[in-house]
């Protein structure tokens, strides 16, 4: 079964720091991987997608992916409290009509 | 980003009411779309695959005689709750991908049900 693992939280950090959010897979055919934002009694919004090992930058997100470890994470450099929302994980097969595997989300929480 | 909208945004019924929801792709086509529900502090649940000129593909658990699915074109699925419930009451979304093979998608604002 395909699964996408990640700590609920909440995750507590303070205004200015960083914060980490961790994701785990266990397909390793994934081949796309995903990032949404969530707030609360809103639909998720995308904040940026990976496909190849390493590093990926957009502003003060970057994601980290690994597949040899099934691994991804964003981070987001200078926590603010507007960023204070729940982050989706999910990942895909690349597959024409086949729906992302979504995480169960990590709730963050910074406090100003 | 692509935009896809959905409406109503919020709908209030009674019980046994039958209750639709659209889904449409603003600036792209989508021969797919997907449909979610969501209940408060879980996480999303996929329901069914939209797919245009065929029939839709459900999830275990979910009826499809209860949620039914039409997607009538490139740029319109629906989403039709019928003799609606109180715990059918819940989050619905719609995402759909961006052609191209890159299997990006974007999400529609998604829908408040609430069954009396």
């Known amino acids: 079964q395909k699964e996408v693992e990640q700590n609920s939280g909440p995750l507590s950090v303070p205004e200015g720091a960083i914060a980490s959010l961790n994701c785990t897979y266990s397909d390793r055919g994934s081949q796309s991987f995903f990032w949404y934002r969530q707030y609360s009694g809103k639909s998720p919004e995308l904040i940026m997608f990976i496909y190849s090992n390493g590093d990926k930058e957009d502003g003060r997100f970057t994601a980290q992916l690994n597949k040899a470890s099934q691994y991804v994470s964003l981070l987001i450099r200078d926590s603010q409290p507007s960023d204070s929302a729940t982050y989706l994980c999910a990942v895909s097969l690349n597959q024409a009509g086949t729906a992302l595997i979504f995480g169960k989300g990590t709730t963050l929480s910074v406090s100003s | 980003g692509a935009v896809v909208s959905q409406h109503p945004s919020r709908v209030i019924c009674k019980s046994g009411t039958s209750v639709k929801i659209e889904c449409r792709s603003l600036?792209?086509?989508?021969?797919?779309m997907f449909w979610y529900r969501q209940f408060p502090k879980q996480s999303l649940m996929l329901m069914a695959t939209?797919?245009?000129?065929?029939?839709?593909?459900?999830e275990q658990g979910v009826e499809k005689d209860k949620f039914l699915i039409n997607h009538a074109s490139l740029t319109l699925s629906t989403l039709t709750v019928t003799s609606a419930h109180p715990e059918d009451s819940s989050f619905y979304i719609c995402?759909?991908?961006?052609?191209?093979?890159?299997?990006?998608?974007?999400f529609g604002p998604g829908t408040r049900l609430t069954v009396l």
């Open positions: 995402s759909a991908p961006v052609a191209g093979g890159t299997d990006t998608q974007y």
């Open positions: 600036d792209f086509q989508a021969t797919t």
């Open positions: 939209s797919n245009e000129g065929s029939k839709a593909t459900y």
